[in-house]
């Protein structure tokens, strides 16, 4: 374990801009009885936070040179806020929020049509809405477009707020839909598909601007399934029919048929107040 750290006074570097303004310094220290280079950080660390320059603020510490083995040359930095904020403590911006959304459609694979307009001939066998049923029994479907309502969200928050736990949340709740109402939506309808975030100066308090980006797709009553009745289905679930052979009663032939449907829970739900921008 380090027992000293001293500062290393002729090696100390102070950089100023054209203006005569500080922007950075630079503390030297050596680092005596420290084993590992994880130690000889911590008691530089340690050492430097003690200290404190008007307008700067304590940026990073590293090695610059193992001495012996224990011994260690060790150097810490104060910078100056990079894009001109304040130096209060305070974000130097306005917290703001703007929003955007989209209506393009996504695709999705159906097996089983809205319903049947017209067999031909009118003795055609009847499927029950099963889509490209072909000569072996197995159900094709197709691809349709479907209605998808996408909304994204640009929320400027301080760095004070947005530490490593906040970050882990974020993290935590993408691929989860909402467990109650969110932004006008019901329960189950809208999917987080998760945030990107990026500020401009290297201070902790300095504001992020993250983006959250989310998909809505609305809850159904009744959805029918040949002559299978599903109902309540959460938006985010996934609706899936299994299939038999079945004798058409009207010309006796064997034909493929839904016989159950099961609706599957596939995204958790998730807590959208951890988010940080309100439900």
Known sequence: MATRVEEAFSEREQKENANGKIVEIEIPYIVFEAETESSALAAARAKAGTLSFEGLYFDTVEVTERVNADTWKVKAVFSREEDGGSDDGGSGEEET???????????????????????????????GGAIEVDNEGNVNGIDVTMPLFNFTETHTLSGLVVSTSFKRNIAALTGTVNASGFRGFASGEVLFLGASGSKRSKKPSAPWEITYRFAVSPNEALVKVGDIEVRNKFGWDYLWVRYANKVDESKKNVVRKPITAYVEQVYPAGDFGKLGIGI
Request: glycine residues 10%.
């Open 97 to 127: 929020s703007s929003f955007a959304f989209d209506t393009g459609g996504g695709t999705m694979h159906r097996n089983q049509s809205i319903r049947t307009r017209a067999r031909f001939p009118k003795d055609a066998p009847d499927f």
